[in-house]
């Protein structure tokens, strides 16, 4: 078995634990919005909700993610116990570090809720915000440790169960939506302040599914061989070297999460005028998560099964062997975004009556849609960067990662700034959208010449030609399936839920029909691996 086919394996597993959990994570996003619709009262508690992820990512995220795959991959191979005494130590350090810093949070909600809302929100809406935050918080210390417990099981090979156990979170979720409505049925969208109850059961529940995420995985260390014991003898220990490789990333995420709480904070301002349904950050989250879906069930897998390799090649100093394994990732990814991207202005509408068109949301769903198609461009553009850096993590070089992330967050802080300003209340997410496909198009840029000038080279030739090929093939994919739309009675216009399923149904079937017809003919394996793969592993 080649290299590629093993990793398009791993892969496979992983995506399809992604996909189910994506699957159950459309639903979640369906009762949200018939909740909770999408306005200012459905914001009120999405930032509240996000700012945990936010600060976790910022706190620790980036060093667990990006640093200690490579360093745990290095102690299992060279350390006399095979990397047991190094990750225990890992893991009581960064547990220790995460609960005091979720209590120190808690006790500073109302300061960090100032950071990311408008300071045009009302009062009660505020107030609320930072109660549902306090609700909500909790999830910085149980993110944190679900993210490390899965890199430990990544790094033994163990890719599944990280993939499949956000379903837990999901089916909590559902629930709790579900009581929701019935106890207190649809909310009035501009209505902004949680009462009655309200707060606590959505804002608890949603911290009891993160809880229940990390639950998932503490069978699996056993079965990994991974036996674990709190360890404070951290001198001495090789730890030394993760923090100062984390450092660099520290920095790396600050950049990012800056970034973002300015895109948070600008978004807000979309629904600040409760008289009436201007985009704000639920449109841009939710689109948002909806085109991160084919990131998550490819890309990530991707990455995460083909990051211990090029750990192993950057430790022998086998720079071809980092670009063998990585060029052709790549080229497999952008085998799917592209194709996916360029589909997305013929079913943006129909898929977002299916998605959101529902109780609250149900008036106002056509909010979603200039913002889910101008995601598009900024997936492929962000692809390309994510895969890139992870060549350079594995060659641990985390300071360049740091310098190219200011340069894609100083493009997203300006360019969302300058098009928020130009835009009205309904083109605040696109506007943003916008801008983050402008940040992600200098990151691509720069981490592909930078990594490919280190590596001596990423086969450029045969990516131009690959990219050649895919788009003659996705033009006449994309052509067909408009045909389609125009001619055929019916398939231009929405006709609720069951109308919907059916457009997005007929242009998927006919656009990704037309599309492997043309690249088996033109013998594009990049994209018919991957659905063979694919078709296999569900066959299972």
Same mark, same amino acid.
């Given at each position: +078995?080649?290299?590629?086919?093993?990793?398009?394996?791993?892969?496979?597993?992983?995506?399809?634990?992604?996909?189910?959990?994506?699957?159950?994570?459309?639903?979640?996003?369906?009762?949200?919005?018939?909740?909770?619709?999408?306005?200012?009262?459905?914001?009120?508690?999405?930032?509240?909700?996000?700012?945990?992820? +936010?600060?976790?990512?910022?706190?620790?995220?980036?060093?667990?993610?990006?640093?200690?795959?490579?360093?745990?991959?290095?102690?299992?191979?060279?350390?006399?116990?095979?990397?047991?005494?190094?990750?225990?130590?890992?893991?009581?350090?960064?547990?220790?570090?995460?609960?005091?810093?979720?209590?120190?949070?808690?006790?500073?909600?109302?300061?960090?809720?100032?950071?990311?809302?408008?300071?045009?929100?009302?009062?009660?809406?505020?107030?609320?915000?930072?109660?549902?935050?306090?609700?909500?918080?909790?999830?910085?210390?149980?993110?944190?440790?679900?993210?490390?417990?899965?890199?430990?099981?990544?790094?033994?090979?163990?890719?599944?169960?990280?993939?499949?156990?956000?379903?837990?979170?999901?089916?909590?979720?559902?629930?709790?939506?579900?009581?929701?409505?019935?106890?207190?049925?649809?909310?009035?969208?501009?209505?902004?302040?949680?009462?009655?109850?309200?707060?606590?059961?959505?804002?608890?529940?949603?911290?009891?599914?993160?809880?229940?995420?990390?639950?998932?995985?503490?069978?699996?260390?056993?079965?990994?061989?991974?036996?674990?014991?709190?360890?404070?003898?951290?001198?001495?220990?090789?730890?030394?070297?993760?923090?100062?490789?984390?450092?660099?990333?520290?920095?790396?995420?600050?950049?990012?999460?800056?970034?973002?709480?300015?895109?948070?904070?600008?978004?807000?301002?979309?629904?600040?005028?409760?008289?009436?349904?201007?985009?704000?950050?639920?449109?841009?989250?939710?689109?948002?998560?909806?085109? +991160?879906?084919?990131?998550?069930?490819?890309?990530?897998?991707?990455?995460?099964?083909?990051?211990?390799?090029?750990?192993?090649?950057?430790?022998?100093?086998?720079?071809?062997?980092?670009?063998?394994?990585?060029?052709?990732?790549?080229?497999?990814?952008?085998?799917?975004?592209?194709?996916?991207?360029?589909?997305?202005?013929?079913?943006?509408?129909?898929?977002?009556?299916?998605?959101?068109?529902?109780?609250?949301?149900?008036?106002?769903?056509?909010?979603?849609?200039?913002?889910?198609?101008?995601?598009?461009?900024?997936?492929?553009?962000?692809?390309?960067?994510?895969?890139?850096?992870?060549?350079?993590?594995?060659?641990?070089?985390?300071?360049?990662?740091?310098?190219?992330?200011?340069?894609?967050?100083?493009?997203?802080?300006?360019?969302?700034?300058?098009?928020?300003?130009?835009?009205?209340?309904?083109?605040?997410?696109?506007?943003?959208?916008?801008?983050?496909?402008?940040?992600?198009?200098?990151?691509?840029?720069?981490?592909?010449?930078?990594?490919?000038?280190?590596?001596?080279?990423?086969?450029?030739?045969?990516?131009?030609?690959?990219?050649?090929?895919?788009?003659?093939?996705?033009?006449?994919?994309?052509?067909?399936?408009?045909?389609?739309?125009?001619?055929?009675?019916?398939?231009?216009?929405?006709?609720?839920?069951?109308?919907?399923?059916?457009?997005?149904?007929?242009?998927?079937?006919?656009?990704?029909?037309?599309?492997?017809?043309?690249?088996?003919?033109?013998?594009?394996?990049?994209?018919?691996?991957?659905?063979?793969?694919?078709?296999?592993?569900?066959?299972?």
């Amino acid at each position: +078995m080649s290299e590629q086919q093993s990793v398009l394996r791993s892969s496979a597993v992983m995506a399809a634990g992604t996909l189910v959990s994506r699957a159950s994570g459309f639903v979640r996003s369906a009762l949200l919005a018939a909740a909770l619709g999408n306005a200012i009262h459905a914001d009120v508690f999405n930032i509240a909700n996000t700012i945990p992820n +936010m600060l976790y990512i910022l706190l620790a995220g980036g060093v667990v993610n990006a640093v200690l795959v490579p360093q745990l991959v290095r102690s299992l191979k060279n350390d006399p116990d095979g990397g047991e005494a190094y990750t225990s130590r890992v893991i009581t350090l960064v547990g220790v570090f995460l609960a005091a810093v979720t209590v120190v949070l808690m006790l500073t909600a109302q300061w960090w809720m100032r950071i990311f809302v408008s300071n045009s929100w009302s009062a009660a809406s505020y107030d609320s915000a930072v109660t549902l935050a306090r609700y909500c918080l909790p999830q910085v210390f149980f993110y944190g440790m679900f993210v490390l417990v899965g890199q430990v099981l990544n790094s033994r090979r163990y890719f599944g169960p990280m993939m499949w156990a956000p379903i837990a979170n999901n089916v909590i979720s559902v629930a709790v939506l579900i009581t929701y409505l019935v106890v207190f049925g649809p909310d009035d969208p501009l209505h902004g302040a949680f009462t009655g109850g309200r707060g606590l059961l959505i804002g608890v529940g949603s911290t009891l599914g993160i809880v229940a995420q990390l639950l998932v995985l503490v069978p699996y260390l056993r079965a990994a061989g991974v036996s674990l014991r709190p360890r404070f003898d951290l001198r001495n220990s090789g730890l030394g070297h993760t923090l100062r490789l984390g450092g660099w990333t520290v920095l790396f995420v600050i950049a990012n999460q800056i970034a973002y709480a300015v895109v948070v904070h600008l978004a807000s301002t979309g629904t600040a005028d409760r008289t009436s349904t201007g985009t704000g950050y639920t449109v841009y989250g939710q689109t948002f998560l909806i085109i +991160m879906v084919p990131h998550a069930i490819v890309t990530v897998s991707l990455a995460t099964a083909i990051l211990p390799r090029m750990s192993s090649y950057a430790e022998a100093g086998d720079r071809r062997g980092l670009a063998g394994t990585l060029a052709p990732t790549l080229r497999t990814a952008l085998a799917v975004m592209i194709p996916f991207a360029a589909f997305l202005p013929l079913v943006a509408s129909p898929a977002a009556h299916v998605l959101w068109g529902y109780g609250a949301a149900r008036a106002d769903v056509q909010n979603y849609v200039p913002t889910l198609v101008l995601f598009g461009p900024g997936l492929v553009f962000f692809t390309v960067h994510y895969l890139l850096l992870r060549g350079f993590y594995a060659r641990e070089e985390n300071r360049v990662v740091f310098y190219i992330q200011c340069a894609v967050a100083a493009t997203n802080i300006v360019a969302a700034l300058v098009l928020v300003s130009l835009a009205s209340d309904k083109q605040t997410t696109p506007a943003l959208a916008i801008a983050y496909g402008l940040s992600y198009a200098v990151g691509a840029l720069v981490s592909y010449l930078t990594l490919s000038h280190r590596l001596g080279g990423l086969t450029t030739r045969t990516l131009l030609r690959f990219l050649v090929r895919l788009a003659l093939a996705v033009v006449a994919a994309v052509a067909v399936a408009l045909a389609v739309v125009l001619v055929v009675p019916g398939m231009s216009d929405t006709y609720g839920l069951a109308g919907s399923l059916v457009q997005c149904a007929v242009v998927g079937a006919v656009g990704l029909g037309v599309l492997l017809v043309v690249a088996r003919a033109m013998r594009i394996t990049e994209l018919t691996d991957v659905v063979d793969t694919m078709t296999r592993r569900l066959g299972r």
